[in-house]
């Protein structure tokens, strides 16, 4: 399970990408680099990253442009985009936000601010990432020592069954397919079919039910799981 957040910093100038880069992968991101918006568009329908951080000003297509065709399409729309600009007029800050930007910094800006709001924006969509607790029902989660506990009672999980669980939890109700769990929990194992994570779904429920609670995964019919 990726629980290293990916960064896309979408950045024509050398000189911010390699300080954005370097303070990201010392903040202990991965970060992936884009010079223009065809290379950002081509790369999030690669891999989908966690956040955006995005320069207004790109060679052809422009920043703002980017983040509107992200916000409208449905499996990017979630992806929190932070707008980097040098513009300082308050009305490019507002059109910035009601294009669907999380967020807006203006340049030159202090590299701690911005860390501190990457981890605002990924402690919303992705709270895994940033170490915190995870809650669902009498679930509690630790996400930094993987440990769970249900209704206060310690449950010991495999590492697959422990990744299969956050990303359920993560997302509560959000139905996802067999190929979407086996991106997020095997990543880039190629030779795992989709029957594997049906045996591990069956291995976590079996966990989860051993004091008698009910399983709370449900099985959406030619789909997948989610988590009620």
């Not at 956040?51 to 297509?61: E, N």
């Not at 029902?137 to 956050?166: H, N, Y």
């Amino acid at each position: 399970m990726r629980l290293k957040a990916s960064i896309l910093i979408v950045e024509d100038e050398a000189s911010q990408q390699a300080v954005l880069v370097y303070n990201l992968t010392s903040a202990g991101y991965e970060a992936v680099q884009a010079t223009d918006g065809h290379d950002a568009l081509r790369l999030i329908d690669e891999k989908l990253p966690d956040l955006i951080l995005l320069d207004w000003m790109l060679p052809g297509v422009s920043g703002i442009e980017i983040c509107r065709q992200l916000k409208v399409r449905k499996d990017t729309q979630a992806v929190p985009i932070i707008m980097l600009s040098a513009r300082s007029e308050e009305v490019d800050k507002v059109r910035s936000l009601e294009t669907g930007a999380d967020d807006y910094l203006q340049k030159p800006y202090g590299i701690q601010e911005l860390l501190a709001r990457i981890k605002l924006q990924l402690k919303r969509v992705r709270p895994a990432t940033t170490g915190a607790e995870l809650r669902h029902r009498d679930l509690r989660m630790d996400t930094a020592a993987q440990r769970l506990w249900r209704a206060d009672r310690e449950i010991a999980l495999g590492p697959r069954e422990f990744a299969l669980l956050l990303a359920l939890i993560e997302r509560p109700g959000k139905v996802f397919d067999r190929g979407a769990l086996l991106d997020q929990v095997w990543e880039q194992d190629l030779d795992v079919e989709t029957r594997t994570v049906d045996v591990h779904i069956a291995r976590l429920r079996k966990a989860l039910m051993q004091f008698g609670a009910d399983t709370m995964i449900r099985t959406v019919r030619g789909t997948g799981y989610a988590l009620d």
